[in-house]
């Protein structure tokens, strides 16, 4: 019997943690050939068909989510009619709450197994081995006969039990998902990991044990699934010190947080560790406290800013924030208010979400309260509420679009700070900034990245009062600390009035290098001049002050630094 297991990840860097389990546990069946396959969404169909059909497996299983649920489907119904013998079992979230509605959509799908799926997907394929005719499992769902035949729901797992799912060594080019807990204390009425109560810990030592052979096998990023990470204050804390203590210098982890439970005790132990040894993701929704309990939640941003703003400025760790729009009694202005609160935090990473109304959470059974309307397919994204308007809508898309390309793709760090400081708030930016797009239909249109620097100089040239030698200064810095490739064409002259071989033996100079590059002190002149790039700015962009003054910095694009090299102190 041959099973192939499969899923399809919205990026190539992703890589499934639940067909893993998957895997792990129909290896334990005897007589089985199984393989596993990540593919992604953007991949052709006919290619994925392909590579499934010509492994000829007699069971195919999908693991389904709201972004890969039309393309698994129209998978499943080609491989379906290229042969008919292979049986198809589907799982997953967008699955596993009305498992019935799927069987009669989808005829295709044989086996829908719902719930926590590792038990119930290792006895069905022990059931399809042994030919039984009547399978009547927990967490089993078919249609025999024109019968729907669905089983009980399957017992919560011990999660200690749980078979470590990956195999050794590591895909250094993807993402590796792990959890150390499942289930969620709170009960947010947009979210279905709510509607299993309580929470199942991994034994710390066994933990421990999984974050020491990632950390031995030097995994790049690990990103933990576990749906508040520091509920439990003790245990969380202790995690986060095994892994400062145990840093390889290399791996980071990736945590999402409740973020009124982050304290002082956090703050302190965070201090001085390795730069991007944690990220951390923090799920704001709104500030307004009537959107916040409207959808259960109990984080109010007024108790938490403070402590938020704290973990910020320690400049050493990755923070996600977010919004959602969309929420109950949250329109265009009260969103704009949250959206500059947030934005005021300058946390690395600023989503802008859109509320979806996903199957089997309370918002989704409240829609008339709300007068909510929206997708009736996958990801089931809101068109409109009482409260938002389709065309607010859209608008917000146009904001999202521009925070994406401005402000999270951290191009543009000094010169969009700087522009927006020029504006009552970071809303009335965007905004004006939206309109300046549309007027031109630059949404309608893919774009270079030195195209997104000059569409942002053509705005600021229409705002009155903005010193726009300065903002030229500031794109010049941002362009090039990213990017070798030397844009003259918008930027002119880049290079610097300094002989060839005076540089040469301003880098030779020790002393030199100790003040201005001391990341460089134990390498050669020659890997010096291959990792900068030395130029000159009329204004001393790197330092907040912007004093018009000729400056000569530099970029060092191996250590992802830049510094000043000097000043002209008679420059006036």
């Known amino acids: 019997m041959k099973v192939f297991i499969t899923s399809l990840n919205s990026k190539y860097i992703h890589s499934n943690l639940a067909i893993r389990y998957l895997y792990k546990y129909t290896l334990q069946i005897s007589d089985v050939d199984v393989s596993i396959e990540d593919f992604t969404i953007n991949q052709r169909k006919d290619s994925i068909i392909k590579k499934i059909i010509m492994s000829k497996p007699d069971i195919v299983a999908f693991s389904i989510y709201i972004w890969n649920y039309s393309m698994t489907i129209e998978i499943v119904e080609s491989i379906k009619k290229i042969n008919p013998n292979i049986k198809i079992i589907v799982g997953g979230p967008e699955v596993s709450y009305d498992p019935e509605e799927l069987l009669k959509r989808a005829p295709s799908i044989d086996y829908v197994v719902f719930g926590e799926g590792e038990i119930p997907f290792q006895n069905l394929i022990k059931t399809i081995i042994d030919n039984e005719k009547d399978i009547r499992l927990s967490g089993v769902g078919y249609i025999k006969n024109k019968e729907m035949v669905i089983g009980p729901k399957s017992p919560l797992m011990n999660i200690d039990s749980l078979i470590f799912p990956y195999d050794l060594p590591f895909d250094k080019t993807k993402l590796v998902y792990y959890e150390s807990s499942r289930g969620c204390p709170y009960n947010c009425s947009y979210c279905i990991s709510s509607t299993i109560k309580g929470v199942r810990y991994k034994t710390l030592d066994l933990v421990k044990k999984d974050l020491q052979l990632f950390l031995d096998q030097e995994v790049k990023i690990v990103k933990f699934i576990d749906r508040t990470f520091n509920i439990d204050k003790k245990r969380s804390l202790e995690i986060i010190k095994y892994m400062i203590d145990n840093d390889n210098g290399v791996t980071t982890f990736h945590l999402e947080l409740s973020p009124n439970l982050i304290d002082e005790d956090w703050i302190d132990l965070l201090k001085g ?81 859109f509320l979806k109304l996903l199957k089997g959470s309370q918002i ?133 009035d300094i002989p060839r071989h005076e540089i040469h033996e301003m880098i030779k100079d020790e002393k030199f290098i100790l003040k201005t590059m001391p990341q460089f002190k134990e390498n050669s002149a020659k890997e010096i001049i291959k990792s900068i790039q030395i130029m000159s700015f009329d204004y001393n962009v790197f330092e907040k002050s912007y004093q018009k003054i000729k400056t000569i910095g530099y970029f060092d694009y191996k250590n992802d630094k830049f510094g000043i090299i000097g000043v002209d102190d008679n420059n006036e």
């Open 273 to 353: 560790v390795r730069k991007d040894l944690v990220q951390f993701e923090v799920g704001i929704q709104s500030v307004h406290e009537n959107v916040i309990k409207a959808v259960n939640r109990n984080i109010y941003f007024d108790k938490i800013k403070v402590t938020l703003k704290e973990l910020i400025d320690l400049q050493n760790i990755h923070m996600h924030v977010d919004l959602i729009a969309g929420l109950p009694y949250e329109g265009l202005k009260e969103f704009m208010e949250s959206f500059d609160e947030v934005y005021a935090l300058k946390a690395d990473h600023f989503q802008l979400g």
């Open 364 to 496: 989704r059974r409240e829609q008339e309260k709300y007068g909510y309307i929206y997708d009736s397919e996958p990801p089931y994204e809101i068109f409109s509420n009482d409260f938002l308007s389709y065309y607010d809508i859209v608008y917000l898309k146009d904001i999202e679009e521009l925070l994406e390309n401005y402000y999270n793709s951290h191009h543009f760090e000094n010169t969009i700070e700087f522009v927006v400081s020029q504006f009552d708030s970071p809303s009335d930016f965007y905004d004006a900034f939206s309109k300046f797009w549309n007027k031109r239909k630059l949404f309608e249109q893919k774009h270079k990245l030195i195209d997104l620097f000059i569409y942002l100089y053509q705005f600021s040239e229409e705002k009155e009062g903005l010193n726009l030698p300065l903002v030229k200064e500031l794109m010049k810095l941002d362009y090039h600390r990213k990017s070798r490739y030397k844009e003259t064409e918008f930027f002119g002259r880049l290079d610097v």
